[in-house]
């Protein structure tokens, strides 16, 4: 069965810094993985996914994200982080048609 | 298109009572997600249909839960009798064929008293 695990439910840093937001999966096919963010009181919205091909994945916002099969991670980056970048985020596995499944998520603060 | 769009945003209701929550997903998306948001469990699949059809409801927490889909352009989550526990973000989210990305609505907050 397909799980992700998201290391850290709270990550704080400085404005400027860089934004590292880890996600391991499980997965029995090759996966498809993707990130979301939520914002208070909304939905999710896509911020980048890896199906096949490059392994490094550009997104919205300056975010990427590196698929790396050898440690079924799928980390999610950003060099320099913002304010704006405050949010909850969550990293989602699938098998090809199946739903997504979910980690439990990781509140970043952004510190002025 | 104005994405998925589900009602009411809020909802307060006393325990015991039923609740409906409504979602119209994007049109030509042919799968149809609903999921539950709390704090202790994360986001959770609770049933998803394909076509209409319910594929997978082994989410769905108890009896008191049900939801149809009559047509592609709406579907329902109902709570009957709701509790307290039940408090939660409900999420539905759609997708469609031979896409990978699901698309959420904004959500309704449930909240049992």
């Known amino acids: 069965a397909q799980s992700v695990t998201q290391l850290g439910s709270h990550v704080s840093v400085s404005e400027g810094a860089l934004v590292l937001l880890r996600c391991n999966y499980s997965?029995?096919?090759?996966?498809?993985l993707f990130w979301y963010v939520q914002y208070p009181n909304q939905g999710l919205q896509l911020l980048l996914k890896y199906t096949t091909g490059a392994t490094l994945v550009k997104g919205i916002n300056g975010f990427e994200a590196e698929f790396k099969k050898s440690e079924t991670s799928f980390h999610l980056t950003k060099p320099s982080a913002h304010m704006s970048d405050a949010a909850e985020y969550f990293c989602a596995v699938s098998e090809g048609n199946t739903p997504l499944v979910f980690g439990k998520g990781t509140r970043l603060s952004v510190i002025a | 298109d104005a994405g998925v769009i589900q009602s009411p945003r809020h909802e307060v209701t006393e325990m015991g009572q039923e609740v409906t929550l409504r979602c119209k997903p994007i049109s030509g998306h042919n799968s149809l997600f609903w999921y539950r948001q709390t704090m202790m469990r994360g986001l959770e699949l609770l049933i998803y249909?394909?076509?209409?059809?319910?594929?997978?409801d082994s989410g769905m927490p108890e009896d008191r839960f049900s939801a149809k889909m009559p047509n592609a352009s709406f579907s329902t989550l109902k709570i009957q009798p709701s509790e307290p526990r039940d408090s939660a973000v409900y999420f539905c989210a759609s997708r469609p064929n031979g896409n990978t990305e699901a698309f959420f609505g904004q959500g309704t907050r449930l909240t049992v008293v």
């Open positions: 249909f394909n076509n209409n059809v319910p594929i997978d």
């Open positions: 997965s029995s096919v090759p996966p498809y």
